[in-house]
């Protein structure tokens, strides 16, 4: 829950988290605090156990081991129904672009002439207007992931985790998702973002988790991070090095 | 060949002025299968949602029974049917033997199975793209399965129409339960094959080619549904 005092959003804490297969480890990690202020960037290669953890932190997977806390508090149901999460692959329901997020307001009980002015505010929002009666599959791939990420602030989440959003997009749609991220960032919802984009998380990010095979090799102040890294997995990373 | 021609001649004219035991038959067959895959939808559909969303024991043994019931011999069913329903078997009091309602039957036990191993087989896929996104939206396993039927609609109907084509083709089962009994059970194929081994080739020509219409316009609309879906990106990939 947004902290009434402070103006933060809720903290989210990792204790001890593993996830083993096969004898692999795939997440190891034995602390990480998420509190600062703004966007969240979780850095690393691929398999370095990002989406992993985004979907930990969401409850979408159980980890072997450890816990996730919000606000100190296991993650229950209540904290789940106040997050949301955008995929890499936009999934949208084989409806209209309304009817998408019609979806979400509907389950929210809400009535239907105040979900008729949610859905036209929220397609603004995203500028989509106009293509609110057109089947949502249609739409490019910039204002699909849009779409989905309209449909997930629909739920008025605390907690907003984006799994690599913009990784097929070009810059103009990046643009713009980013400029959503950053508007929602600043309405109080914490934000939690896989990137592989160094120049995304330079533009994003308030702090920075750097990930390599499982582990979180650093998490810091974005600035710090970016700029004067402390470990070498971070350092390779941010000079363009293939970090394997 | 001249007498093909005027065989067909006569059939074409059988249809065309509106023969009126023809178009009996053709409503009876018309009657007896939408009945039947109406009923079956209603039963495989859900069927079929559950074995693509729920997890239990025996669920992979279910799903290649139903998978197995879909190539069942129709003259096998027709002959379980027509015990079930005889004199002596266990629904005999009800009567139903030799009428439309035992041919509805009969095609509903060959049909479900075809519904039920489709819409498995569309939910499933549906559903594993779905998943993850469903479960963030806070959608429980239950409550997934009107949304994903919803959403399988294009394709579900497609499954419908298949349904239907077997329904209204079928003759084994029919002709056992039904017993083709001229104005009360007589439908299509079975008068087909009835009028053929009597000689009578118009008739059962005339009915040939309003099934072949009937199977050619189902598969253009399976067709055009299909077209539609590609085109709103609506089929699964």
């Not at chain 1, 849009?146 to 070009?170: G, H, K, N, Y």
């Not at chain 2, 379980?80 to 009969?106: C, D, F, K, N």
Request: net charge positive.
């Amino acid at each position: 829950m947004r902290d009434v005092v402070t103006g933060t959003p809720g903290i989210l804490e990792v204790s001890n988290l593993s996830i083993t297969r096969d004898g692999k480890t795939l997440l190891e990690v034995p602390h990480l605090c998420l509190d600062g202020p703004g966007p969240t960037l979780i850095l690393g290669p691929n398999g370095a156990g990002k989406s992993l953890l985004l979907r930990c932190l969401h409850g979408l997977i159980q980890p072997d081991r450890g816990r996730v806390c919000q606000n100190g508090v296991v993650l229950n149901a209540d904290h789940k129904a106040r997050q949301a999460m955008v995929f890499q692959s936009p999934v949208l329901l084989r409806r209209s672009v309304a009817a998408n997020l019609d979806f979400v307001l509907k389950r929210q009980s809400m009535p239907r002439i105040l979900r008729k002015q949610r859905i036209d505010a929220l397609l603004a929002e995203g500028g989509l207007d106009g293509k609110a009666g057109q089947p949502a599959r249609s739409l490019s791939g910039g204002e699909a992931q849009r779409l989905a990420i309209l449909r997930a602030l629909a739920l008025e989440p605390e907690t907003l985790f984006l799994d690599e959003p913009t990784s097929a997009l070009d810059p103009s749609a990046t643009q713009m998702i980013e400029r959503m991220v950053l508007r929602a960032s600043a309405r109080g919802v914490r934000i939690v973002m896989v990137t592989h984009d160094i120049g995304q998380a330079r533009r994003l990010a308030s702090d920075i988790v750097m990930m390599q095979a499982g582990h979180v090799v650093e998490h810091g102040i974005a600035q710090k991070v970016l700029n004067e890294p402390e470990s070498d997995d971070s350092r390779r990373y941010l000079a363009g090095g293939l970090v394997t | 060949m001249q007498g093909f021609a005027s065989e067909f001649n006569h059939a074409l004219s059988l249809i065309l002025n509106g023969d009126a035991e023809l178009w009996a038959i053709v409503l009876l067959s018309l009657q007896v299968s939408i009945f039947a895959v109406l009923i079956s939808a209603v039963i495989g559909m859900p069927v079929g949602a559950a074995l693509a969303v729920a997890r239990f024991p025996g669920r992979r043994a279910l799903i290649i029974l139903v998978n197995a019931l879909m190539g069942f011999p129709p003259v096998v069913v027709g002959l379980l049917v027509y015990l079930m329903l005889s004199r002596s078997g266990p629904l005999g009091v009800l009567e139903l033997l030799y009428t439309p309602t035992a041919m509805i039957i009969a095609q509903v036990v060959l049909v479900t199975p075809i519904m039920a191993a489709l819409t498995r087989q569309v939910i499933e896929m549906l559903a594993e793209e779905y998943s993850e996104q469903l479960r963030s939206l806070g959608v429980s396993r239950l409550a997934s399965v009107p949304v994903l039927l919803w959403d399988a609609r294009l394709a579900l109907v497609t499954a419908l129409l298949a349904g239907f084509g077997r329904a209204i083709a079928e003759v084994g089962a029919v002709i056992i339960v039904g017993g083709n009994i001229n104005h009360v059970t007589r439908v299509m194929t079975t008068t087909i094959a009835l009028e053929t081994s009597k000689g009578n080739l118009a008739l059962a020509l005339a009915l040939g080619v309003i099934l072949i219409g009937l199977a050619i316009t189902v598969n253009a609309m399976v067709s055009a549904l299909t077209l539609r879906a590609e085109r709103e990106g609506l089929r699964h990939a």
